[in-house]
């Protein structure tokens, strides 16, 4: 393939052969032109250190899940506002064949500064925090032992060389935040007990180490949460921080536990004492909890469907908002087409009164809702919402009275309203474009 002259050489060429200077003996290099720009001095030293691990019988063996998944990762341990690099390699041969490289920066190079070792498989996940307010981060790092057993490490990473603050025995989930208020992020491990009961151990700061606390039980079992379950932190009512756990079950159900320091114990605040497993339980429609109404509150889902069996119908999702005593309370209601990817914030007025109908094509779905009547007819169209694809999008958006809502790089979404609301309660135009919002596709390249 021929390469182009860059225009700025081809006109500096052309002078010169131009000039007439017979005797001048230019010799010109394209691929001088198309060479890569070096790396500074301290990444060649840090690349040359990296080799001589892997010439010594290293291989690279970046973690598996979680968010850090790259084989070297370049972050600040020190607070010094210079990047460390972390590398992550396996030695087979050796006792404990994992290992975690820490090359700190030294003026234009770099040294190794630290080396963790563990065993097992792989490293499952690592997750970088200060844990402790010092300025310093902690590393956060899940051993997957075997194809069943994952192990959790905490290490600290002072001037004298790593220190183990914490080895969990095994763990599915876990989470790190401050639930106590106290400016310290403890540590929450769930796992599953001697009887397969789902667990939280509850790790709290005492004389500079990771004690553990009062566990607390969890309704939802490690196999609930594994597959389409999730753990995510929250905020309850006044404020307090909470950790939200949502397991679904077999027969496609979502539990929903949630985790909060009450009394300076991790309690379950929504367990019951007669049936020691959570009531808050639903039809999981792919939602989990969220700040819906953006009030700052974190608000469970609970999907109310309606219709006779084998025909069920999504009419709203309830979301609720719970008090540190676990009691919960309705403090919105959406529409969410989960299959088109957006939802709507509907008017208390609406909540009971207003029935909704899905219809369409591939390249062009819309929910139309309607007025149902004190004796359960269906009334008045009061808005229809149309989601867009495919070729000529565009002109099929200007239609009728459709009006755009949101475009994306392959839909388009509309509103259509009647000439003259039918309805007292009838949502302007405005009003619709406010209370419509898209359903985030979540990318999770895998849990901690």
Not at 73 to 88: I, K, N, R, S, W
Not at 249 to 256: F, I, L
Not at 359 to 382: C, K, P
Not at 394 to 401: V, W, Y
Request: one cysteine or more.
């Amino acid at each position: 393939m021929r390469r182009r002259i860059p225009a700025l050489a081809a006109a500096l060429l052309l002078s010169l052969t131009l000039s007439g200077c017979g005797s001048f003996h230019f010799e010109f290099d394209p691929e001088r032109l198309y060479a890569l720009p070096e790396l500074p001095a301290k990444y060649t030293e840090l690349n040359a250190q990296i080799n001589a691990v892997l010439e010594d019988g290293a291989e690279y063996a970046a973690p598996t899940s979680g968010t850090n998944i790259q084989p070297v990762q370049l972050t600040d341990l020190d607070g010094d506002g210079q990047q460390e690099a972390v590398a992550f390699f396996r030695k087979a041969e050796d006792e404990k064949p994992l290992k975690i490289h820490i090359f700190s920066a030294n003026g234009d190079s770099y040294v190794r500064s630290a080396v963790i070792e563990g065993s097992g498989a792989a490293v499952n996940s690592v997750v970088y925090s200060d844990l402790d307010g010092d300025g310093r981060t902690e590393l956060i790092v899940g051993w997957r032992v075997n194809a069943e057993l994952q192990a959790l490490s905490v290490y600290a990473l002072p001037p004298g060389g790593p220190r183990e603050l914490l080895r969990s025995v095994s763990y599915v989930r876990y989470s790190n935040a401050d639930l106590n208020g106290d400016g310290l992020q403890e540590l929450v491990v769930l796992r599953s007990d001697e009887e397969g009961e789902g667990v939280a151990d509850y790790y709290d700061w005492k004389n500079g180490s990771l004690a553990p606390q009062s566990p607390a039980r969890i309704s939802v079992t490690m196999a609930e949460l594994s597959q389409q379950g999730r753990l995510s932190a929250g905020t309850l009512q006044g404020g307090v921080p909470a950790l939200f756990v949502t397991g679904v079950t077999e027969q496609s159900g979502a539990v929903t536990d949630i985790l909060a320091v009450r009394n300076g114990e991790l309690t379950n605040i929504v367990l019951s004492e007669a049936t020691g497993v959570s009531g808050e339980i639903a039809p999981f429609y792919s939602l989990y909890p969220m700040d819906i109404n953006n009030d700052g509150l974190t608000e469970v889902p609970f999907p109310v469907f309606a219709g006779t069996e084998g025909a069920q119908t999504l009419q709203r999702v309830d979301w609720r908002s719970y008090g540190l005593d676990g009691v919960g309370e309705t403090v919105a209601g959406t529409y969410h087409c989960v299959e088109d990817r957006w939802y709507l914030q509907l008017p208390e007025a609406w909540v009971g009164r207003v029935q909704a109908e899905r219809s369409g094509s591939s390249v062009e779905s819309s929910v139309t809702f309607y007025v149902q009547s004190e004796t359960g007819e269906r009334g008045a169209a009061i808005l229809r919402i149309t989601a867009l694809s495919g070729s000529g999008r565009e002109i099929r958006a200007t239609r009728g009275n459709r009006f755009p809502l949101s475009r994306q790089s392959a839909s388009i979404y509309t509103a259509e309203l009647p000439e003259k609301a039918p309805w007292e309660h009838a949502m302007t135009a405005e009003e619709v474009r406010t209370a419509f919002g898209l359903i985030a596709r979540d990318w999770i390249p895998g849990e901690n």
